[in-house]
């Protein structure tokens, strides 16, 4: 079962640490566009951050598949299932948004 998943036993810290050695922080907030890569990035303050934070997690999981699982036969599965998995979040984000009302203004009357 374990042979199917190349991020079975990987911690996240890990997945940063070979991430960072090989791309670099600034590398890697330019592909995932993810600020705390960008904007003073540490280990402690990324992992804290995506540990509370579902998207970047994912995205930062799927660079680490695209960037050492590639020939892993299971890696493009898993990639697929992460890119799903983000956009039916988002969309389910957008449709339980409410849109967005004006505030009407009490004793105005309105310009016609």
């Known amino acids: ?4 998943d190349p991020l079975h036993g990987v911690k996240l810290e890990q997945i940063l640490t070979e991430l960072e050695a090989k791309l670099g922080w ?5 592909l995932l566009n993810i600020r705390c ?3 003073k990035p540490s280990l402690k303050s990324s992992l804290k ?3 509370k ?4 997690r994912s995205k930062t999981e799927v660079l680490y ?3 050492f699982c590639s020939n892993h ?3 493009t599965l898993l990639i697929r299932k992460n890119i799903t998995r983000q956009r039916e979040e ?3 984000k957008a449709e339980n948004s409410a849109p967005f009302i004006w505030p009407s203004l009490k004793g105005k009357k309105p310009r016609n």
């Open 37 to 39: 890569f960008l904007d």
């Open 90 to 92: 988002s969309a389910k």
């Open 65 to 67: 598949l695209k960037t």
């Open 49 to 51: 951050f995506l540990r």
């Open 1 to 4: 079962m374990h042979k199917n």
């Open 73 to 75: 036969p299971a890696s």
């Open 26 to 30: 600034n590398k890697m907030g330019e």
């Open 53 to 56: 934070t579902p998207w970047a």
